[in-house]
């Protein structure tokens, strides 16, 4: 799950990166190929997916399909609700009926989590995170720019950093602190709300706090402390939303929460 986040956070900030890096080199030779212009980051990305689609299009089918083993355990309740779903379909067509029973099996595991308090507020918690961090991946550099005065490239470049370490040093932190209190299983779980908690405080208090510095190196210090503090919040809050929720839940919860 980390390495999963990580690989996000990497991506979004390159391709910040280099959005900034090109936006200030209009017209100038890539390689010497050809000159830049607003078409160069679309093209770029295209050339980045295609060793992707070969890498997935090539790949053997034992890699893609997964052991027996790793799939989760059948819930009994689950499985024979659903075998009485089936034999009230039997009259209708298999194609109608598959559709008709996953999609209230689908309907069910929503009210099932909506149900669940912990879950829901985790997940607006979350929801919350993500809206504030790409406000301020906005922004921040126009802030910069426009009302600290500062070149473009400049601060570009410490953008990136910020973006780049506070998140990946953040989610490795709050990892090691929420298993180091006791992890977010069985009864561990208020410790668990209070580790998140704190991580959220301090990352809006910080974020408060760049309105009020003028200097540069002052606000980026905090940007960093409260992109870090945010960071570290979304392992355990993760991992507060898959140990809340039934294992046949847990790929419909990913879902809802992504979702949201």
Same mark, same amino acid.
């Given at each position: 799950?980390? !390495?999963?986040?990580? +690989? ?15 936006? $200030?080199?209009?017209?100038? @030779? ?17 050339? #980045? ?20 083993a790793s799939f989760a355990i059948p819930d009994p309740e689950r499985d024979g609700g659903l075998a009485l779903r089936g034999d009230e379909t039997q009259g209708q067509p298999s194609a109608?009926?598959?559709?008709? $029973?996953?999609? $209230? ?5 929503? @009210? ?12 607006? %918690? =979350? ?11 906005f922004w921040v550099t126009e802030y910069m720019v426009v009302v600290l005065k500062f070149g473009k490239i400049n601060v570009v470049v410490l953008s990136t950093l910020c973006f780049l370490? #506070?998140?990946?040093? %953040?989610?490795?932190? %709050? +990892? &090691? ?6 992890? &977010? ?5 208020? =410790? ?8 959220? +405080?301090?990352? #809006? ?6 309105? &009020? ?5 002052? !606000? #980026?210090?905090?940007?960093? %402390?409260?992109? !870090?503090? +945010? ?30």
């Amino acid at each position: 799950m980390a !390495f999963t986040q990580l +690989g996000g956070i990497g991506g979004t900030v390159l391709g910040y990166f280099l959005g900034g890096v090109l936006s $200030r080199l209009q017209d100038a @030779k890539v390689f010497g190929l050809a000159a830049t212009s607003w078409r160069t980051p679309f093209v770029l990305q295209s050339i #980045a997916l295609l060793p992707l689609i070969c890498a997935l299009t090539c790949a053997s089918p034992k890699m893609v399909n997964l052991p027996a083993a790793s799939f989760a355990i059948p819930d009994p309740e689950r499985d024979g609700g659903l075998a009485l779903r089936g034999d009230e379909t039997q009259g209708q067509p298999s194609a109608l009926g598959s559709v008709w $029973r996953v999609l $209230r099996t689908s309907l069910k595991g929503v @009210k099932s989590l909506l149900m669940n308090r912990l879950y829901v507020i985790t997940t607006l %918690g =979350m929801s919350t995170l993500y809206f504030v961090v790409t406000g301020i991946q906005f922004w921040v550099t126009e802030y910069m720019v426009v009302v600290l005065k500062f070149g473009k490239i400049n601060v570009v470049v410490l953008s990136t950093l910020c973006f780049l370490t #506070a998140p990946t040093s %953040g989610i490795w932190c %709050g +990892g &090691y602190i929420c298993d180091q209190c006791g992890g &977010y299983r069985g009864g561990q779980q208020r =410790m668990a709300v209070r580790v998140a908690t704190v991580f959220a +405080g301090l990352a #809006a208090l910080q974020a408060v706090a760049c309105v &009020y510095v003028s200097d540069i190196y002052r !606000f #980026a210090g905090l940007l960093w %402390g409260s992109l !870090f503090c +945010g960071a570290a919040l979304v392992p355990v809050a993760i991992g507060m939303i898959l140990s809340s929720v039934p294992v046949h839940h847990r790929s419909l919860s990913s879902a809802v929460s992504q979702f949201a």
